[in-house]
């Protein structure tokens, strides 16, 4: 696969209006930029040309992204995989193989509702939790209770474990009325988690943080996560490069789609 930096369709990502079109007045929609860089189409039969190249190319990234998915040895690779699709919002081209993945982890991880087998770290619990139940699971919260101390309250050395406290966080907006516990796990993550963002060191972490205190991913956006998280994702030196692309591709190729949809409504 053509990495990033060669992909032929980058340089082809947003329509520009010609000349004539800047002189009417028509009204002009508000779109985010695009994720690579200014480039722009000076003609509508090069943005055809760019649908028809990224297409293609999503088609095959697809693939290998299904392939990843069917390859990852351990359930938990399969969720973070799962959850960072997400992120990235290419998660409708998998819905298929997003059911079949997790029926299998339902079916082989958790009991009576409640999720075993899987590592037991804070981390990988709470996401597992997130992602089942963002997909309709019913999944039990009483798997955090491993997590406090004799006194019924939230263990103060999870402290220590940044990433496990952002993941509970994010899990516990999506609790429904009497969870009791997914309550405290919010007003003790928010909590520290409060006190922990004015401490971190500039960090990809601290941005993340910082972000979900302010917004929760369960109640952002999708197409505004997926162009946030995008920029944050490919800061990561062990970024995947396939997930990267797709993503992009993506971005650019419905922004595309609308920007003519609205442009044909408008004439």
Not at 243 to 258: E, P, R, S
């Amino acid at each position: 696969m053509s990495s990033i930096n060669n992909t032929s369709v980058l340089h082809n990502c947003i329509i520009k209006s010609d000349a004539k079109s800047n002189k009417s007045d028509r009204k002009n929609a508000n779109y985010h930029p695009s994720i690579w860089k200014d480039y722009f189409l000076q003609y509508a039969s090069e943005s055809m040309e760019f649908d028809h190249e990224a297409k293609s190319q999503i088609e095959t990234l697809k693939k290998e992204v299904v392939k990843m998915l069917i390859d990852a040895s351990k359930p938990i690779s399969k969720v973070n995989l799962i959850d960072l699709i997400c992120h990235l919002g290419i998660q409708y081209h998998f819905e298929r193989e997003f059911d079949e993945v997790l029926q299998q982890i339902h079916n082989n991880h958790t009991k009576n509702g409640e999720i075993i087998t899987l590592e037991d770290n804070l981390r990988s619990l709470a996401l597992s939790f997130r992602v089942l139940r963002q997909h309709g699971y019913d999944i039990s919260p009483n798997v955090f209770n491993k997590f406090k101390d004799v006194n019924e309250n939230f263990n103060e050395e999870l402290v220590t474990d940044v990433e496990g406290l952002l993941e509970l966080y994010e899990a516990s907006h999506l609790r429904i009325h009497g969870e009791d516990i997914l309550d405290e796990a919010y007003e003790f993550t928010s909590t520290k988690l409060k006190s922990i963002a004015t401490k971190l060191s500039p960090s990809l972490l601290a941005e993340q943080v910082k972000y979900s205190l302010n917004q929760s991913y369960h109640q952002s956006l999708p197409r505004l996560e997926a162009r946030r998280y995008i920029s944050i994702y490919e800061q990561y030196s062990n970024h995947n490069r396939t997930l990267l692309t797709l993503a992009k591709l993506d971005f650019n190729y419905l922004q595309n789609l609308h920007r003519r949809e609205v442009g044909n409504i408008c004439k």
